[in-house]
C-alpha cells in the first residue's frame, strides 16, 4: 500500500487561510469517508485533529476543517496561528482494511 | 484522564526480538480495538497493525506480516507488540493508539523507541 500524497511543505501568514491536499486512490480515499487528519510537533506523538473527513474530535478548533472530493482529501486551516506550525499527517481507511498515511505536511507559519 | 504507555524498546541486533507493551488507563480499554503505528525518526506515520476488542480480529502491513504479532490481555489493560526477525528498517518509533472507528486513531501513547543495529 502506498503512502498518500501530500505536499511537503505549505506556508502562511497569521491570519490567513492555507490548505493542505491528500491525494489517494480508488482503493482507499475514493472509496471511504474514513479520512482522517493529524497534527504532530516535533518529539510528541500525533494528534487526532479531524476525522469521518470533516468531523471534529472534542476539543480541536473549528479553525481545521476537511473535506473530500474524488480520491483528494483537504484539511483547511483558517485564522492561520504561531501553534498551528507543525507536521500534518492525512490517512484513509483501505479496501484491504489497513490504514494508510500520507506523506506529511510541514506547516509554517 | 486517557493515558497509553509503551514501553519494551530499546537496542537489539539484526534478527532479534522484542515484545512492546502498552498499558492504557482512564477508558475502557476492553471496549476499543487498538493499533500500532510506528515512526522513523524525523520521518512519515506508518500503521503497524490493528486488533479488535477480543483479539479475534488482526490485521498486518504487509511489511510486518509473519514476523510481528499483536495482542491484548483486557484484564491488565496492556496492548502487546511481539517483534521477531528484526530488520534495521524496522528502527522506529512505536505508538500504541486507540481506534476511533475504521482505523482511525483519537488517543496516542508518548512512544517507544526501538533501534535494530549490530
Known amino acids: 500500500q502506498s503512502a498518500l500524497t501530500q505536499p511537503a511543505s505549505v506556508s502562511g501568514s497569521p491570519g490567513q487561510s492555507i490548505t493542505i491536499s491528500c491525494i489517494g486512490t480508488s482503493s482507499d480515499v475514493g472509496s471511504y469517508d474514513y479520512v482522517s487528519w493529524y497534527q504532530q510537533y516535533p518529539g510528541k506523538a500525533p494528534k487526532l485533529m479531524i476525522y469521518?473527513?470533516?468531523k471534529w474530535p472534542s476539543g480541536v478548533s473549528n479553525r481545521f476543517s476537511g473535506s473530500k472530493s474524488g480520491n483528494t482529501a483537504s484539511l483547511t486551516i483558517s485564522g492561520l496561528q504561531a501553534e498551528d506550525e507543525g507536521d500534518y499527517y492525512c490517512?484513509?481507511?483501505?479496501?484491504?482494511?489497513?490504514?494508510?498515511f500520507g506523506t506529511g505536511t510541514r506547516v509554517t507559519v | 484522564e486517557v493515558q497509553l504507555v509503551e514501553s519494551g524498546g530499546g537496542l537489539v541486533q539484526p534478527g532479534g526480538s522484542l515484545r512492546l507493551s502498552c498499558v492504557v488507563s482512564?477508558?475502557?480499554?476492553?471496549?476499543?480495538?487498538m493499533h500500532w503505528v510506528r515512526q522513523v525518526p524525523g520521518k512519515g506515520l506508518e500503521w503497524v497493525s490493528r486488533?479488535?476488542?477480543?483479539?479475534?480480529?488482526?490485521i498486518y502491513a504487509d511489511s510486518v506480516k509473519g514476523r510481528f504479532t499483536i495482542s491484548r490481555d483486557n484484564a491488565k489493560n496492556t496492548l502487546y507488540l511481539q517483534m521477531n526477525s528484526l530488520r534495521a528498517e524496522d528502527t522506529a518509533i512505536y505508538y500504541c493508539?486507540?481506534?476511533?472507528?475504521?482505523?482511525?486513531?483519537?488517543?496516542w501513547g508518548q512512544g517507544t523507541l526501538v533501534t535494530v543495529s549490530s
Open positions: 482512564g477508558f475502557t480499554f476492553r471496549s476499543y480495538w
Open positions: 469521518d473527513v470533516s
Open positions: 490517512g484513509s481507511f483501505t479496501s484491504r482494511h489497513t490504514y494508510v
Open positions: 493508539a486507540r481506534d476511533i472507528n475504521y482505523n482511525q486513531a483519537d488517543q
Open positions: 486488533i479488535n476488542t477480543e483479539g479475534g480480529s488482526i
